[in-house]
């Protein structure tokens, strides 16, 4: 890429971060004024600057105490998760050079879900295990039997992704054995419901938990983009570049596990923002992971936001699994993605 192209790509992120912050705000907003009892969008932002002692403005007690204590920290964990799950898919794709790399690959999601069918249908822990702690270790335990398939990670792409595709049947068949035989009918509603999806439990201590793991894991990863270009090129040109590739790997691969593990362990296992938002960000600022990066984790956050307020809107009275709603919103998107990057003949 030459000085030109670089300057017009520095510039197209900087037009995408400013108008998809914008976009965000706004989202956020809209999304914490809707709701069994809606809100003014006006006294969404009035709330919050009352709350920092900004404002004295006069709303209603119930309206400030909504938006504070049970819609603010939903909107913002969707954004959180948006971002990380993005963030993760286009590390992947960069280590595994596979465009349908997602952050599910090493069957972090379906650890999960085995962790949190213990929780919920064995009772494991007798109530001194949390739902959420219980699916954080199901996900590291997944991820700990990919990193000794693979040999830490280090066997190559391919190999890897064998080892993630056999340890979610696992995972899944451990799943689905549970819930068959152990699980009643109210049970196995609850699991399906968390296998899918929901920010409907999520208050501000998920949003702090979150909000340090992805901080720090983006600061990594920001500090290694220059690292994961060199990926794309393969293995052997990373390593002539000086890159200790299989330190390397192993280092990326643990940051996206931790990643992926808080974010299911808190709101579920939600699909496909991982792979489609990272596609949607390159076709706009290029491949170059200083750009992709901030531009994958800002897009993501304004997809799940949209997705979250989608799953409450679309149908009366009920809440659509977000999983549910970014396949359905994710598929047509990622289908005129392949149309429009089809090749030319």
């Not at 403005?57 to 959180?80: F, K, T």
Request: aromatic fraction near 8%; charged fraction near 10%; glycine fraction near 10%.
């Amino acid at each position: 890429m030459n000085t030109a192209d670089d300057t017009r790509a520095g510039l197209r992120l900087a037009l995408l971060l400013a108008g998809s912050a914008i976009v965000l705000i706004g989202v956020i907003a809209f999304a914490t004024a809707i709701g069994d009892y809606n809100i003014p969008v006006r006294s969404v932002f009035l709330a919050v600057t009352n709350h920092f002692g900004l404002t004295t403005a006069d709303i209603p007690r119930i309206e400030q105490s909504v938006v504070w204590n049970l819609r603010l920290s939903r909107s913002l964990v969707a954004a959180l998760c948006g971002a990380g799950l993005a963030i993760c898919g286009a590390i992947l794709q960069a280590l595994l050079r596979n465009a349908l790399a997602e952050p599910f690959v090493l069957g972090v999601s379906a650890g999960a879900s085995t962790g949190a069918v213990c929780v919920i249908v064995l009772g494991i822990g007798a109530g001194a295990v949390s739902l959420s702690l219980g699916a954080f270790v199901g996900a590291f335990a997944a991820f700990a039997l990919v990193a000794l398939l693979s040999n830490g990670a280090t066997s190559g792409p391919s190999h890897t992704i064998l080892a993630g595709v056999a340890a979610s049947q696992l995972f899944n068949a451990l799943t689905a054995y549970i819930v068959t035989t152990s699980a009643n009918a109210q049970q196995a509603r609850n699991v399906m419901f968390w296998l899918l999806g929901s920010f409907g439990g999520v208050r501000w201590p998920e949003f702090q938990l979150l909000a340090v793991v992805l901080c720090i894991c983006l600061a990594i990863c920001i500090w290694m983009a220059r690292t994961l270009d060199a990926f794309t090129f393969g293995d052997e040109d990373a390593a002539a570049l000086g890159i200790p590739v299989a330190r390397t790997r192993l280092i990326l691969f643990g940051v996206t596990a931790l990643m992926t593990a808080t974010i299911v362990s808190q709101v579920g296992a939600i699909g496909f923002v991982g792979l489609v938002v990272p596609h949607a960000a390159r076709y706009v600022v290029g491949p170059v992971h200083m750009r992709l990066l901030p531009a994958s984790a800002i897009l993501g956050a304004v997809f799940m936001v949209i997705a979250d307020i989608a799953s409450r809107v679309l149908v009366p009275q009920q809440t659509i699994p977000i999983g549910v709603v970014t396949a359905l919103v994710g598929v047509p998107f990622f289908a005129i993605i392949l149309y429009r990057a089809r090749p030319r003949t």
